[in-house]
């Protein structure tokens, strides 16, 4: 088999998302690893070279000089730049980590695959008017013309949750997806007791990550504790505009290298939170409880299906939320937690399901 992993577009220095960083690099290490791909060309750019030293003589790196540019330049390369890659290429079948497949693709005997984790503009079509989302409404509508197109055009679609794949036959039924989960590489680390006391709270400015909301539980919950004093929250994110914090017990810390948060999780903080109200996935839940971290997060259906729901919380029950954070924050169970795959194991039902076809 000969495939093709097209990272070209993603920046690997100014990602604005970390999560798709990390899956773009894991399915690339566990395609590698798979025995019925005999070639392996990835698509990259000259800020992910760092990332693919020694490789194995089956695995071919095409490096541009820089990623994508936004606006049209992220229109040229999904529309004709990826287009001339493949046929250039000829892979049996070519994989987009982010979709965005060309209108007119003209691919030749080369299969497509697209590996998506959410269709989040249909949260802002539905919960908020065109002015009220964080991206321009031109982006907005190429976001979903293009995500619509992945499903209606690709001979496969994987997907990390048995929700996104809900989503996705809700909009084309005729649609083949294929449940893949999502891999981690690294060894879990063990449970301790914390030794600090503070919280770790995942903040952002997109309304979805409902920012403002968790400001206002987390207030809720700090004056029916008796033993609230000196207890930091330590936000991590950017706020959403207009907002404020509450008080010098909230510390914003913006984007942190992995090193230092890994340090504010383990020596500071006693738990971590989340607040969400869509998801196709919910990756810091799950980062955390993997890293020997608990984290409360809301029950959102693709989170559900990844976490116990004892760390998961309604987000409209303040009641709910306050118990929760009570019982983690004291007597966290962190026993009997799930077992997550590998990438090499993603790779490998991958493979699986572009060979049933």
């Not at 994508?68 to 730049?81: E, S």
């Not at 006693?270 to 990756?283: K, N, T």
């Not at 839940?285 to 020997?292: Q, S």
């Amino acid at each position: 088999m000969k495939l093709l992993l097209a990272l070209t577009d993603q920046s690997f220095t100014a990602t604005k998302s970390v999560g798709i960083f990390n899956v773009s690099m894991g399915l690339a290490r566990g395609l590698m690893q798979q025995p019925e791909v005999e070639e392996l060309h990835i698509l990259g750019n000259t800020e992910c070279a760092a990332h693919f030293t020694q490789l194995p003589p089956h695995v071919h790196l095409h490096l541009a000089d820089k990623p994508v540019p936004r606006r049209f330049g992220r229109v040229w390369w999904d529309q004709f730049g990826v287009c001339a890659a493949i046929r250039r290429i000829q892979p049996d079948w070519a994989i987009l980590p982010k979709g965005f497949p060309p209108f007119f693709p003209a691919l030749g005997k080369t299969r497509l695959a697209c590996y998506l984790h959410d269709v989040n503009w249909e949260y802002y079509e539905q919960h908020h008017g065109a002015g009220d989302s964080p991206f321009p409404r031109h982006e907005l509508m190429y976001f979903r013309a293009l995500g619509l197109r992945s499903l209606r055009v690709s001979d496969l679609v994987l997907t990390s949750t048995r929700f996104n794949r809900s989503r996705y036959e809700h909009y084309c039924p005729g649609c083949r997806v294929a449940v893949v989960g999502i891999g981690f590489d690294d060894e879990p680390r063990a449970y301790s007791p914390a030794t600090g006391r503070d919280l770790l709270f995942y903040a952002s400015p997109f309304p979805h990550k409902l920012t403002s909301l968790g400001i206002q539980r987390v207030e809720s919950w700090l004056k029916q504790r008796s033993d609230s004093a000196g207890i930091r929250i330590h936000l991590i994110g950017r706020l959403p505009q207009g907002l404020s914090l509450p008080g010098p017990h909230w510390v914003q810390h913006g984007r942190l290298p992995f090193a230092e948060l890994q340090r504010i999780l383990h020596e500071e903080s006693r738990c971590a939170l989340y607040f969400s109200d869509y998801e196709g996935f919910g990756m810091p839940p799950v980062e955390c409880l993997r890293g020997g971290v608990p984290c409360l997060a809301s029950a959102l259906p693709p989170i559900c299906e990844n976490i116990p729901a004892r760390f998961t919380f309604d987000n409209a029950d303040v009641a709910d939320f306050i118990s929760k954070l009570n019982t983690i924050y004291d007597t966290p169970d962190m026993t009997s937690l799930p077992t997550y795959p590998t990438w090499q194991e993603v790779a490998r039902r991958c493979v699986a399901a572009m060979q049933q076809l």
